[in-house]
């Protein structure tokens, strides 16, 4: 094994190198832009190096500074992460004319399947099923129609040497193809300054399997058995699972085949991924991709077969033959992993960057019946840049069924709370509810057909309204306990009143309350109950506990997302998020009489902005009043406040009166 490797990435699998690394002892050197200095991957590794300005191309991408780091520190390998540098093949070349170690495969093999052309010729020589196409260059429009009719439509009109969903177009007809080839020329040419475009039927229904491979240097190759990558936006995969419920037995075998032999026909010999696109319709697949790298997506394989993929390229490169064999490998239980962007999922998916004001991940390890595994490079408080991947984390849970994996999934969802920017969350964790993925029919169009309007965030359902309104009750009943233990001399009559009325989704809900010794008991108008069990106290900005209703919640665990708002709370769950206003009869009659019931004008309505006890009442009803004029005087904690008007009006109506308590946000006076 190596003394020490050089790291030619950033973020997330820096760090995930770095953690392998430190189990093996093997010691570590980071190489850093200027907006890398105070990252984690460098805050982590063992030595660091300096290579640059923020631009990629002037710092990661460039080979001569990442070999010159390497000289410098004396390590011995270099692991090149993925993006980047990592399927270049003039940097594993320049590793290997400099008698450095790439860890990953050697040149010829990047070579060979780095391009889609080359290595489709490649597959379709060694036996592998290919999507029936053109296996070749087109040389123009023409020549793209006449091909496309061949092949019949829909087809699919590709960049030879595309990636990361770039220079790909689907066409259903004639004119889409006389539209589609000279566009997808255009932007190869300038994402990848190679413009040689090939043709390949569309699969419909398609599904993207892939096969991971390992490969020594001593000719031995094995599958690790597939993943599934359909839940993809624009071609770019969002979540992914292992195994695939697509696939039985007979299909996973041949397709391990496939990907084995070609593997072995270009003479790999590192991790390497060879994807598929698999017809959902009767389980045909055919090749599409090799990736000659580590995959963003292998937690899923590893949380599958217990193996590391970083150590077993790190053994593979120093020299070690594979400890196993195919027939010692099997699927233990199911994986789910969700790509965490930076990401605005309700502005269709806009980026968004900006500083990680909160960042608490969901607590890591073994739970006995479920894993949860977060592989992240950044810190509360880190600043998500334009630099680079706006990918903040991918959180991965493990259990023994697929429901059981997406349970999890979505239960350390829920606990995930990002601040300071947006984060696609709501949505990863709408999908974790919805029907259709849990039943496992998705293809690539999932997210297209099931939010044809992009996201608006999940429905409240029956369930997740019954929750709302029940921590909704709990958290108003904890606060006023507490308001009441603060001002000792306040009457809290308002603790012990048990009628309550929440606002939730535009809907009125009259509540019966009971507290109970931990929680509360909330009775609807129509008899059903939900119980909370919680230890939430006034400033936790998340609800833990557990819910019990009839029908919805066995005594389930739930996480809510909690957030006070002017008037009421903001609730956020399982991607729904709704304010609830919890309030007496008399104030929700109020809340009753506003236009916009959520958005109320609040300057219009004076509020408390404590609890409290009224000393005096400033104004009179029917008063004219100016902007800055008190209105009334509450005290709390010994100290008084002077409440002010925030705009010119007339007083239409006194709702306290002097000597009252009141709670935070009741309303004093509303204006007219
Ligand atoms: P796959 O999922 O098939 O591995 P992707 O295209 O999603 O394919 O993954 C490769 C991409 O990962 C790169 O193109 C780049 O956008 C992104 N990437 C590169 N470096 C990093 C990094 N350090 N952390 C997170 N993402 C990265
Ligand atoms: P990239 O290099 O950008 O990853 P791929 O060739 O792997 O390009 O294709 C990206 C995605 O496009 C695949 O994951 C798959 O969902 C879809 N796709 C590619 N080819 C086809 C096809 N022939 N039919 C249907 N879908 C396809
Ligand atoms: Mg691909």
Known sequence: MFEKILIANRGEVAVRIIKTCRRLSVKTVIVYSEADRDSLAVEMADEKVFIGPAPASESYLVIDKIIAAVKETGAKAVHPGFGFLSEKVEFAQRCADEAIVFIGPNPTAIRAMGDKI?????????????????IGEIVDTAHAVKISEEIGYPVMIKASAGGGGKGIRVAYDRKDVEEGFPAVRAEAKNAFGDDRIFIEKFILAPRHIEIQVLGDKHGHVVHLFERECSIQRRNQKVIEEAPSPLLDEATRHLMGEQAVALAKAVGYDSAGTVEFVASGQDRSFYFLEMNTRLQVEHPVTEAITGLDLVEQMLRIASGEPLAFTQSDLSIKGWAVETRIYAEDPYRNFLPSIGRLKRYLPPIEGDFGSYKVRNDSGVREGDEISIHYDPMISKLVTWAPTRLAAIQAQAGALDTFAIEGIQDNIPFLAAVMEEARYRSGDITTAYIKEQFPAGFKGAPLTYKIQCLMAGVGALVHMRKLARDANISGRMTPHKSIRSDWVVLLDNTYHPLHVEITPNGAQVRFENGEMIDIISDFQPGDRLITGIAHAEGVFENEYFAVKFKDRVQGYQF??????????????????LHAKLPEKITADNARLILSPMPGLVVSLEVNEGQDIKAGEAIAIVEAMKMQNIIRAERDGKVAKVHVSAGEAVAADEILVELG
């Open 572 to 589: 956020s769950y399982r991607g729904a998020k709704a304010v609830v206003i919890v309030a007496t009869p008399r104030d929700a009659q």
């Open 118 to 134: 080359e290595s489709k010729k490649a597959a379709a020589a060694a036996g592998v099923s290919c999507v029936p196409g053109h």
